[in-house]
């Protein structure tokens, strides 16, 4: 059974730092591609960041202020969030796939306000 379970969000200022952590069972981490997802009431749900066994990729509006990465030892992924601003305020969703089937964690709130 495949889980995801995110942490670390919470509420931080504009131009402040956070780090969520999504912590994988049931797939062969090394290999599979994780995804961070997030969505707001006002937005769709938006593609943030991707990381696999080759390479990553950052959607424009976080580029060079997130950065993606893994530790396989831990079977966890994390997103480093930079320079913080209102519009990044989300909830955000670990995903990935096994199979053909779609998995995705129960999600973290951050909210970037004064």
């Known amino acids: 059974q495949v889980q995801l379970v995110e942490s670390g969000g919470g509420l931080v200022q504009p131009g402040g730092s956070l780090r969520l952590s999504c912590a994988a069972s049931?797939?062969?981490?090394?290999?599979?591609?994780i995804d961070w997802y997030r969505q707001s009431p006002e937005k769709e749900r938006e593609l943030v960041a991707t990381i696999s066994i080759v390479d990553t990729n950052y959607a424009d509006s976080v580029k060079g202020r997130f950065t993606i990465s893994r530790d396989n030892a831990k079977n966890t992924v994390y997103l480093q969030m930079n320079s913080l601003k209102p519009e990044d305020t989300a909830v955000y969703y670990c995903?990935?796939?096994?199979?053909?089937?779609?998995?995705w964690g129960q999600g973290t709130q951050v909210t970037v306000s004064s």
């Open positions: 049931g797939i062969i981490f090394t290999f599979n591609r």
């Open positions: 995903h990935s796939t096994k199979f053909g089937a779609d998995y």
